[in-house]
């Protein structure tokens, strides 16, 4: 069992864009890999394409599951806001930081539930089913902060987000955490095995006896999950909580994040990790946009054109046009026509 | 507007010679010649994987070829697609009807060849013409209606009327039938001897014997991508046949397991359905099955065999009386459920609820076994390996290896890895829906050698098939089906085809079950 999809041919598109990225980030910027060591904390840019990359890094791990089941979860921004929220008002009701990250990490659960429930036993469509707590979400978080913007001075809530853990910032270590907590879960048991048979054929799934409702509402209730521990991150480091605009957009980031990953939108066969070097790609250009001077306004067109190439040079069609390398195949998996008849074991 | 009469030459009206297409190293053709006349029904044979599917979208060219010519009556062609090859007169019809149902009948018959005035479609002229292509073939239809309201066997004559209408010389019929009930063929038969008295040469992929004896002129067999050889239907026995399909003598016919039918009463049943039903769906019936016993259910399509079965698997959920197993009432809500009880199901649309395409036959192999241990209980990647590669060798699964994507399988490998997901859970009564339709001779043989082999183990098997001689062949006990219900029940000595036959058309209205 792998972490990623199979064959190093499959994630070099990944792999290589993120370098060719960074690489670009480099040429523009030559400190861009200079990385320095202040107040016990990693400092530079590459350490800031991590830092800022973790709240979509987060969101891609919970949607790479989603995904994988044929399914989509519009709501993680509005889940980001909502447990935004719950963590700001309850460190300014005086709560202690257990009970907070319980209380917003219970929200976000909450939330992946309702999606859960609504996709695996009524059934809705998860574009539609997610749709509903996209909307009705950031509501709930203005509810939440009655319609304030709610700052607090917690400095161990704040921790989450501007402190770090043995240097590495804490968005980073809780990113890897959750993404290797994930994996476990995932590949150490068969549950990995059964979101992918789910995602490519329900109905064979559940003919097998495999439980499709617990697989459904399982990976709805960890990418609310993720979505809390984004919405965690971000509400710490900016000590507040934006009802209206925390998260603001991220599914989009998160569902590209996922794709350019490699995991399809039809289901089936996921990798985390690639989705997480997804996020990584989407991330560095942020970074090397603002760093290189251009105009912010270039910022979405440059990000999209490289996106496209990523997507390219996924496509199977596109790959058979490529030259390949001399005796390469496509699928390093086939070997030669089974012998004529041989007859088998016959009994 | 009808495909032009067979100029007099002396050119064949299809010759391909020395056709070769390899997929990643494996030859799936090897120099193949084939000859289709004018006026004449060609069958086209073969096991799975014999080449069959792969010389048809050769010639048609959805694959393009490494080697070898194709010449229409004279003249090379090396058509690019499907479209190219109908506009230089070769017709497909495929198993699933390549149409669109949600459009009326005349729009698919004049799908991107609409009648125009004006710059707009003549519905009117549309309507007209299409009652006038369908009238030779005895259906005189609503041409309005949506062809997903008609029949598969309609649609079918709809799509050879496209096809014939869209001047095909050559029509290729691929398992046209798979799907049919005999009325259905006999319609079909008549179409397909009407074209051949036009002229029009009929390429016929089946995999039914009886049909080939029917309807066929001549047949061409090929074994492994290579040629073996052309006959004349006529002049080639059966069992010639058979053996140049598979390459080897095989035994005249199944025979009979024998068990008495005493003792098999004797034994308690292992599960035991009381008024078991659910409405619009199959009528309240009572079934029990012994261990060590094939039961098998008849009737024609539509009867409610399917029905039966699912509600059994909990595939669909009964709405009426209750199911017991060793004796204790049992919950059936769902395959879960089954699957908890030691069932296991094949079911009739092994695409569409039985393999999971894109994972490898390993993956699809553990499934069931996995889901019923709990996602808590990985099976380690040693055992499952074990596992795959024990079965594949078992039921000679023919695949380069295990980590194979199960769709790039051909039909019959991917039914005998179903099978394989079952028997790896060592069920006590397995469900078997059509296990042998759209499956090769020798594979069909295995299958029901397989079959005989896993009741003498105590397994018990309920088995629906539309082939009589089949279920006469292994089961014990057969269960009749007319009209969604229950109607007859034939044990022991009393099993034959005579017999089945007689009780699915035997007209009693009072439609009692005997038990």
Known sequence: MTLSAPGPSRNLPQYGAL??????????????????LQDGRLFGSLIDVLNRGAPVALLAIGMTMVIATRGVDLSVGAVMAISGAVAATMTGAGWGLPAVLAASLAAGLLCGLWNGLLVAVLRIQPIIATLILMVAGRGIAQLVTEGQIVTFTSPALAFIGGGSFLTVPMPVVITIALLAVTALLVRATALGLMIEAVGVNRLSSAGAGVNTPVVLVAVYVWCGLCAAVAGLIVTADIRGADANNAGLWLELDAILAVVVGGTSLLGGRFGLVL????????????????????????????????????????????????????????????????????GGAKP | ?????????????????????????????????????????????????????????????????????????????????????????????????????????????????????????????????????????????????????????????????????????????DEPTASLDAQEVAVLFKVMRTLRSRGIGIVFVTHFLDQVYEVCDRITVLRNGRLVGERRTAELPRLDLVAMMLGRELEAAAHRIDLGPAELDSRPPLASFKAFGKSRSVEPFDLDIRPGEVVALAGLLGSGRTETVRLVFGMDRADQGEATVDGRKVRLKGPRDAVRLGFGFCPEDRKKEGIVGELSVRENIILALQARQGWLKPIPRRRQEEIADRFIRLLDIRTPDAERPIQLLSGGNQQKALLARWLATEPRLLILDEPTRGIDVGAHAEIIRLIERLCADGMALLVVSSELEEIVAYSRRVVVLRDRRHVAELRG???????????????????????
Request: aromatic share 6%; net charge positive; glycine share 10%.
């Open chain 1, 19 to 36: 370098i060719a990225v960074l690489l670009a980030n480099w040429l523009l910027f030559p400190d861009f890999f200079a990385i320095r």
């Open chain 1, 275 to 342: 989705s997480v070097v997804g996020a990584l790609i989407i991330q560095a250009m942020n970074t090397g946009i603002l760093l290189s001077g251009f105009k912010p306004e270039f910022n979405l067109i440059v990000k999209a054109g490289v996106l496209l190439v990523v997507l390219l040079l996924q496509s199977p069609t596109l790959t058979l046009f490529l030259p390949r390398p001399k005796g390469a195949r496509p699928m390093g998996t086939v070997k030669p026509p089974v012998a004529p008849t041989s």
């Open chain 2, 1 to 173: 507007m009808t495909a032009s009469t067979a100029p007099p030459s002396s050119a064949p009206l299809l010759a391909i010679r020395g056709l070769s297409k390899a997929f990643l190293g494996v030859q799936a053709l090897d120099g193949v010649d084939f000859t289709l006349r004018h006026g004449e029904i060609h069958a086209l044979l073969g096991e799975n994987g014999a080449g069959k599917s792969t010389l048809i979208k050769t010639l048609t060219g959805v694959y393009q070829r490494d080697g070898g010519t194709v010449a229409l009556e004279g003249r090379e062609i090396a058509p690019r697609g499907v479209e190219e090859a109908q506009r230089l007169h070769i017709g497909t019809v495929y198993q699933e009807v390549n149409l669109l149902p949600n459009l009326s009948v005349a729009e698919n018959l004049f799908l991107g060849r609409q009648p125009m005035r004006w710059g707009l479609v003549d519905r009117g002229a549309m309507r007209r013409r299409a009652r006038a292509i369908l009238m030779p073939y005895g259906l005189s239809i609503d041409v309005t209606a949506p062809l997903g309201r008609f029949s598969v066997a309609t649609q079918q004559i709809i799509a050879i009327a496209r096809a014939v209408d869209m001047s095909a010389k050559v029509l290729i019929l």
């Open chain 2, 493 to 515: 000595g009393e099993v034959s085809v005579e017999r089945i036959v007689a009780a699915i058309a035997s007209e009693s209205k009072s439609g009692e079950v005997r038990q």
